[in-house]
């Protein structure tokens, strides 16, 4: 692994958790170049809700290219991009009476964010976005600004301006009811809150930590909102496509968000691709106003297209995440309740499910355990006190319960390690005050 450290650079992250060459994989495993095959309950950070080369997704995708179809089209019409923009009006917004123009600002989610944030202060005139707290958006300037993790934030190298944050869901541990601080500063001339073009957040916020906002609270912000005639942006980029069960995760909340951004397994098969969501009256763009060379990248329009096909034409998948959401929740509530000595709790929705540590080096002790034995996980929060489990949403019951059962090995050995551990400094502790 040499070349890697010599030339790649020190920037790379993963890698650094998980030393080893991958070279294939399939559904939800991964092999290295070893021969040494992994459960992967990292799904590329979520790009890959339908596991790792699904069949008919593949054999989409390597039909097109066969037939020598265009691949590289900027913003040009296609035959791709006709059919993924059918079946996404006939599979995904009819059914759910949702009314959107439908945006490619470029290959990935954070092309989607700085779009959806420009548009909004074109619309409105207003510069300001309100975000919330331990929010995640993207690493580009716009997006991190309405970002919280201060490590990613110190990387900017300039002042992130333009933005103000707020406390999330539960933030206040219910001391301070819903929105209070928000409403308050709206409608104080005094606040120093200039008037917010938009509001930006995610139903669940994954690099946060898995924090799970109430449909309540969703729907208060949304009307916090309309009040204020404020944009209402979800950031569906990692939870969407069905991560949460339904395929946007705000769906089951009753809201309609202003603007939606889409991206990591809106492809299918890990291939770049983006959206960006608006109600028809905001879509007030002029001809190349907002534009990318990798707008219009024609093999993810066709696994998308496969994929919506394949998953989004009845309420079944939706059905099976939930079944299986459940079942991990009470899996992972178990591992927690049989090793109080961690302080572990747990949350999530849908196979977005987290184990939340007292001690933020246990979650990352239990990673490495973890993938020592045959498993990927990451931590998130900001802390990095969670252990995140976002499993392919087409995992079976026999790999779940076998990396559930490499999980719940791993815990049972950091909880014995830090017992351990801390005999030892009592110990030492005992002999030093005697």
């Given amino acids: 692994m040499q070349v890697f450290e010599q030339v790649e650079s020190e920037v790379r992250s993963y890698c650094r958790n998980w030393p080893t060459v991958f070279t294939t994989a399939k559904g939800s495993r991964i092999d290295d170049e070893q021969g040494r095959s992994y459960i992967d ?14 069949p008919v997704l593949k054999e989409a995708l390597l039909a097109y290219l066969t037939e020598d179809n265009v691949v590289h089209t900027l913003d040009t019409y296609s035959g791709a991009k006709r059919t993924f923009l059918e079946t996404f009006r006939d599979v995904v917004l009819a059914p759910r ?23 909004a202060r074109k619309y409105t005139g207003r510069e300001t976005v309100v975000s919330f707290t331990n929010g995640f958006h993207g690493m580009t300037l716009g997006a991190l600004a309405v970002t ?3 490590m990613k934030r110190g990387g900017a190298g300039v002042p992130l301006n333009n933005a103000a944050t707020m406390p999330y869901d539960n933030y206040m541990d219910g001391q301070t009811p819903d929105f209070l601080w928000l409403r308050s500063l709206l409608e104080d001339s005094g606040s120093g809150l200039d008037q917010p073009a938009a509001v930006i957040v995610e139903t669940v916020q994954g690099e946060g930590g898995i924090n799970v ?24 980029i990692q939870m969407g496509c069905g991560r949460t069960g339904p395929f946007f995760s705000f769906e ?42 990798f707008r219009g990248f024609a093999p993810a329009f066709v696994t998308a297209t496969a994929a919506l096909e394949t998953f989004w034409r009845n309420d079944d998948f939706t059905a ?73 949403l087409t995992t079976t019951r026999a790999d779940f319960e076998e990396g559930v059962s490499i999980v719940r090995e791993a815990v049972a050995v950091v909880e014995k390690n830090a017992v351990e551990k801390d005999t030892a400094a009592n110990g030492a502790l005992g002999k030093a005050t005697a």
């Avoid at 309950?41 to 699904?54: K, Q, R, T």
């Avoid at 449909?215 to 209402?232: A, K, N």
């Avoid at 184990?355 to 929060?381: I, K, R, W």
């Fill in 97 to 119: 009476n949702l009314d959107y123009k439908v945006q490619f600002p470029g290959p990935a989610g954070n092309n989607a964010v700085e779009a959806a944030l420009k548009l």
């Fill in 41 to 54: 309950f990292f799904a590329g950070a979520g790009s890959l809700n339908y596991g790792h080369n699904h």
């Fill in 320 to 392: 099976g995440v939930d079944r299986d959401g459940a079942w991990l929740d009470e899996e992972l509530a178990d591992i927690a309740a049989s090793h109080a000595e961690l302080g572990i709790t747990t949350r999530g929705r849908g196979l977005a499910r987290g184990m939340v540590f007292e001690d933020p080096e246990h979650a990352g002790q239990v990673c490495q355990e973890a993938f020592a034995n045959g498993l990927l996980m990451e931590t998130s929060g900001a802390q990095d006190e969670v252990v995140k489990f976002l499993p392919p």
């Fill in 252 to 293: 089951r909340a009753g809201i309609y968000p202003d603007v939606v951004t889409l991206s990591k397994s809106l492809s299918g098969m890990g291939l770049p691709f983006a959206l960006t969501l608006m109600k028809p009256h905001l879509d007030v763009w002029e001809p190349g106003e907002h534009n990318g060379t």
């Fill in 213 to 236: 906002a109430t449909d309540e609270w969703l729907r208060g912000l949304q009307d916090v909102c309309r009040e204020h005639e404020m944009l209402f942006i979800v950031d569906d």
């Fill in 148 to 150: 919280g993790n201060s």
